[in-house]
């Protein structure tokens, strides 16, 4: 037998408060956040407006080709929130791709028209906004003309970010005050449950004989439930005076028979006659006979007193029911079964909600008192009649008189002399029927004697709820819940592996101190290294190689800013405790800078011992405009072909206007231009040259020897390198992110800067110098329009003379 736990009424209101609160909460944060998103996406939709308007501003025709210079400030713009990806595209009015990607905003036409347009859209299967404008243009030497469109999108991170962020702000005040609002509601229930407390205590204190009301200034609605348990305690206290009352009974009416059984042993005893022996005897049996049918009758009396106080019924058929007593009284009488009363009732079941033993015992007391008391025949008739089962009983005795009818139902009241009763027969039989809702009543019907009629409120026919069918709910669930359970968790399983690979364009040599610090930290793990130069790395990553590098170090930022922007670098979980601060030193924690690689004028000893040194560029402008002893002297980088130049080259311009009249100048010294930076050293050191612009200083410590150049940072400014970190995406380890935290610890920050700087990074750190920022303000000048025109521009100054 399961037993159930009780519950607390109060808590089931509480935990129904706090479930409405919950609903209300969850549509209240699903409100915010939709209105947080529509404040993000049109706070971050005005500034990819301005991006895509400042590009559109500088489309035009020239010469019959759609020309576009894309302004720094147009990605400076989208850069700042430091998250997202960007993308873009300009279409010429036939369709056709001046610069940018070739698949951005295919599903978006031509407007034909000036109106800035926003749409969702998709690219390298992430979610992105795009933001298109169309510009009228037309060409001044062919008129060819037409409408050239402007795509502008950008990922939303931190667009959602920002969603985050609005979001939180609007609900934190709304949880302190649902907190608040909930802790008063709490209150109020304990206030509201007081009364019950109040009466809990009331009983608990109470003896069990007081069974008095509860008497207390009540709501309405625990007024309800005292009344109740006042109704409860009454039909206690009945029950119980009628259990005092039968065993006060007993012993009264049990005191008379066994007082007379006494006598009559105690006059048997004394008498030597056998016939008054006999006759004492006689009447000792007729006494006990007498004593044992009142004893069954009160401890019958008592049971039906206890079976009426529970309360507790079924459904019961009373056709059934009042055949088999019928039958019963026959048998027990001893006479023949014709001779016993008829019974009439109808084919089929009239079902009364009852207790079968208290009812059965009610009935047989009324068919005794007529079959065995009042002599002649007797009927029993069950109908139904308007929700009411009636039970007739009539029998052809002399009947009992009008004014005695009431007393009969008194205990211990007898209508006649006949020695078998006991006068509790029709008393027990109305309490019983009484208990039931029912009624009893005594009429004389025209054939004479008496009719006892019964009156019982009919119950519909019982509902058996099927066993099997909640056997097969049972067993339904118990599948499903099994099946759920066992149903696998499928997520993408962790990428590791124990052999890694590092990359970068270091030798060997110098990379070796670094590599032999991760293993000494990880031993577990077997790095290898490759040196490889940006362009390689970029290659393998956009042709899918089968096995890229797990960690790549380089130091073109532009060129990890666009890999990274493509979607080819995974985000890794960084603590850079000793990362470098100031600047921007990641980007969308996907892009870490390692260190920042100053780049400075590098002039030759023996020059430096009998010239002024440059101290700006400036002065190195001037000089290389007025000293012909400077011609063909000074070195430079081939901008067109190694990427570290090309960057710096770009961030000189960016900064000051006279980068170009330096150019302008190294053309007119008739500049030697060589294609890497460790040529342009290598040149210096031969005495080629004397002087060398914009060289990083890890390239100039890369030559070893330090007796054959002097260092000069400008004064105006030193732009500063940032060496990157990434782990490529295709080929992501959990081990790649534990050697990413090592190396931008302070350990690992101070092994990458002896390793790229030795003995000179102490006055590299101690410079002024302007640190470049990674970020897609970079992927301007990768434009190939813009690159393109960059690039002729400095090959027509550099190479004039």
Not at 158 to 179: F, G, K, S, Y
Not at 273 to 286: K, N, T
Not at 772 to 792: C, Q
Request: overall charge negative.
């Amino acid at each position: 037998m399961r037993i159930r736990r009780p519950y607390s009424l109060e808590s089931l209101i509480v935990l129904s408060a706090a479930l409405v609160f919950i609903v209300v909460g969850s549509l209240l944060i699903l409100t915010i956040r939709s209105n947080a998103t529509i404040a993000a996406d049109e706070a971050f939709d005005r500034v990819l407006e301005a991006a895509a308007l400042s590009i559109a501003d500088t489309v035009g025709y020239v010469d019959g080709e759609v020309t576009v210079d894309i302004p720094y400030s147009a990605f400076a713009i989208l850069g700042t929130s430091r998250l997202n990806r960007i993308f873009y595209r300009v279409a010429a009015p036939d369709g056709g791709i001046v610069t940018g990607d070739p698949v951005l905003g295919l599903e978006m036409t031509s407007a034909r028209g000036p109106d800035i347009r926003f749409q969702d859209s998709v690219m390298q299967n992430e979610p992105i906004r795009l933001a298109a404008v169309s510009r009228y243009r037309s060409d001044a030497t062919t008129g060819e003309a037409g409408w050239i469109d402007v795509f502008v999108g950008e990922t939303r991170e931190a667009r959602d970010q920002l969603t985050a962020q609005l979001t939180a702000d609007a609900l934190l005040p709304a949880v302190a005050i649902a907190l608040c609002a909930f802790g008063i509601i709490w209150v109020g229930i304990r206030l509201a449950f007081a009364p019950l407390r109040s009466i809990e205590h009331q009983l608990t204190r109470r003896t069990p004989s007081n069974l008095d009301p509860i008497n207390e200034h009540l709501p309405r609605e625990i007024a309800t439930l005292a009344r109740a348990l006042n109704g409860f305690m009454g039909r206690l206290f009945a029950a119980l005076e009628g259990l005092r009352r039968v065993t006060a009974d007993a012993a009264h009416q049990f005191r008379t028979p066994l007082a007379a059984m006494r006598l009559q042993a105690e006059l048997a005893l004394e008498e030597n006659d056998p016939a008054l022996i006999r006759r004492r005897l006689e009447r000792i049996h007729a006494n006990a006979v007498t004593t044992s049918t009142l004893a069954t009758r009160l401890l019958a009396d008592a049971t039906l007193l206890h079976s009426i106080t529970a309360g507790e019924t079924e459904p019961v058929d009373l056709v059934a029911l009042t055949k088999t007593v019928v039958n019963q009284a026959v048998i027990d009488s001893g006479a023949d079964r014709d001779q016993g009363p008829v019974f009439h009732a109808p084919q089929t079941a009239l079902w009364i909600n009852a207790d079968p033993a208290s009812l059965a015992e009610a009935i047989r007391n009324v068919i005794d008192n007529a079959f065995l008391y009042a002599g002649g025949p007797t009927s029993v008739t069950l109908k139904a009649s308007a929700n009411t089962v009636v039970l007739e009983i009539c029998d052809r005795g002399p009947g009992i008189p009008a004014d005695r009818r009431e007393r009969v139902f008194e205990r211990f009241e007898r209508d006649t002399d006949h020695p078998g009763g006991t006068g509790l027969g029709l008393a027990i039989t109305r309490d019983v029927i009484s208990a039931l809702g029912g009624t009893v009543a005594l009429m004389s019907p025209a054939t004479g004697g008496l009719c006892v009629v019964i009156s019982i409120p009919g119950a519909s026919r019982p509902n058996r709820s099927s066993l099997e069918t909640r056997q097969h709910y049972c067993l339904a669930l118990l599948v499903a819940t099994v099946v759920l359970t066992a149903s696998p968790w499928t997520s993408e399983p962790v990428r590791a592996q124990a052999d890694l690979t590092l990359t970068a364009p270091l030798t060997d040599q110098r990379v070796q101190p670094l590599l032999d610090a991760v293993q000494s930290q990880f031993g577990g793990i077997n790095l290898t290294y490759q040196q490889a130069r940006s362009a390689q790395v970029v290659a393998r990553l956009s042709a899918g190689a089968p096995f890229p590098p797990n960690l790549v170090i380089m130091p073109a930022p532009d060129i990890a800013v666009a890999i990274t922007n493509q979607g080819h670098v995974a985000p890794m979980r960084i603590e850079p405790a000793g990362m470098p601060s100031g600047g921007q030193s990641s980007w969308r924690s996907e892009l870490f800078a390692l260190a920042f690689d100053p780049a400075v004028i590098l002039v030759s000893s023996q020059w430096a011992q009998t010239n002024a040194l440059p101290t700006s560029r400036l002065d190195l402008a001037q000089a290389l405009e007025t000293r012909e002893d400077l011609l063909r002297r000074i070195g430079i980088v081939n901008v067109g072909i190694d990427a570290v130049s090309y960057t710096l080259a770009t961030q000189d311009s960016l900064r000051s206007p006279l980068y170009w009249r330096l150019a302008a100048a190294f053309g007119s010294a008739q500049a030697r231009i060589y294609d890497t930076g460790t040529e342009l050293v290598a040149a210096l050191r031969r005495g080629e040259i004397d002087l060398a612009y914009n060289v990083p200083l890890s390239e100039v410590v890369a030559t070893g020897a330090s007796d054959f150049y002097e260092i000069v940072m400008p004064q105006d400014y030193v732009l500063a390198l940032p060496w990157t970190l990434f782990a490529p995406e295709h080929a992501w380890s959990v081990h790649a992110e534990q050697i990413a935290n090592f190396l931008l610890s302070e350990r690992g920050l101070s092994l990458v800067s002896r390793l790229l700087w030795g003995t000179q990074r102490a006055p590299a750190l101690d410079a002024d110098y302007q640190r470049i920022a990674m970020g897609p303000e970079l992927l301007v000048y990768l434009d190939s329009i813009k690159r393109s025109n960059f690039l002729d521009a400095w090959f027509e100054l550099v190479t004039s003379p």
